[in-house]
């Protein structure tokens, strides 16, 4: 982990993503309401400073909107809000986007929290293990379905034990161990649900391990398996997104299948 911390009682962390596309494509990936909700979660933004970011992630965190402080398109992107909940301290999210060569820009995002104690640094820590796996779907939704909107279906399970052996029995459950990146993969659920694809990449971090498939079936999208520990059981997420004109029917069809199918395997 490497937390940075200044005089002020400022602590941050950092990562950053080189991806295709010029900065005014990835600004509007990263900026703006319908690009957010394209790649990460559905989120509204006035895009002003002084406006309001909502992120709907289902969590309570949904009625703690954020406030744009920085808006300077396209280069520089920054948000203050309350990231580790009502009685956590002021945190705030900055993006910049630096073009590269190639037709491609560096995009960096700084996470920080305003704190006396270092109470809340596991809070960081979890950051800085999500913001990498989140920037590789970012790449991937910019290489592939670049200014078309997502439909998303996520499905949470737990898991008594470790992250590595959540990861391991995730692997598992996902028919995925073993597969190389190129590898066609395919996965079903109850009833018709299905998805079929090919394995992207593989994270195996020790704080976020996470599997990136690209679909083809029902609709073209990009899923995302992950495992992490936030609390006293183990977290396991699939994340769907799909894109195209079959997108929404494929999602609201499916996602009650996978939920079941993550709360079989992971009550």
Not at 235 to 257: C, K, N
Request: proline share 7%; charged share 25%.
């Amino acid at each position: 982990m490497t937390i940075k911390r200044d005089p002020s009682g400022r602590r941050s962390i950092q990562a950053e993503a080189e991806v295709p596309g010029t900065p005014e494509e990835v600004w509007e990936a990263i900026a703006t309401g319908p690009g957010i909700g394209s790649w990460f979660y559905p989120t509204d933004v006035e895009e002003r400073v002084g406006g309001a970011l909502s992120y709907h992630t289902g969590s309570e965190m949904d009625h703690i909107p954020a406030k744009v402080t920085a808006w300077d398109p396209p280069r520089r992107f920054r948000h203050e809000g309350k990231d580790c909940g009502p009685e956590g301290p002021p945190t705030a999210t900055e993006w910049t986007i630096e073009p590269r060569a190639g037709g491609r820009c560096l995009v960096r995002v700084v996470h920080s929290l305003f704190a006396s104690t270092d109470d809340w640094d596991d809070q960081l820590e979890n950051f800085e293990a999500g913001w990498p796996q989140a920037l590789v779907i970012l790449r991937l939704y910019l290489a592939h379905f670049r200014d078309r909107r997502a439909s998303i279906l996520r499905a949470y399970g737990a898991f008594d034990g470790s992250v590595d052996e959540a990861w391991t029995a995730l692997l598992a459950a996902l028919d995925a161990r073993g597969l190389a990146a190129g590898d066609p993969w395919t996965l079903s659920a109850s009833g018709a649900a299905s998805l079929a694809g090919t394995l992207e990449e593989v994270h195996a971090t020790s704080r976020q391990p996470t599997a990136f498939f690209r679909t083809r079936e029902p609709a073209a999208g990009i899923a995302a398996a992950c495992a992490y520990k936030i609390a006293e059981r183990a977290t396991v997420v699939l994340s769907v997104y799909f894109y195209g004109d079959g997108a929404p029917a494929a999602a609201a069809r499916d996602e009650a299948a996978w939920q079941a199918w993550m709360k079989d395997r992971f009550p």
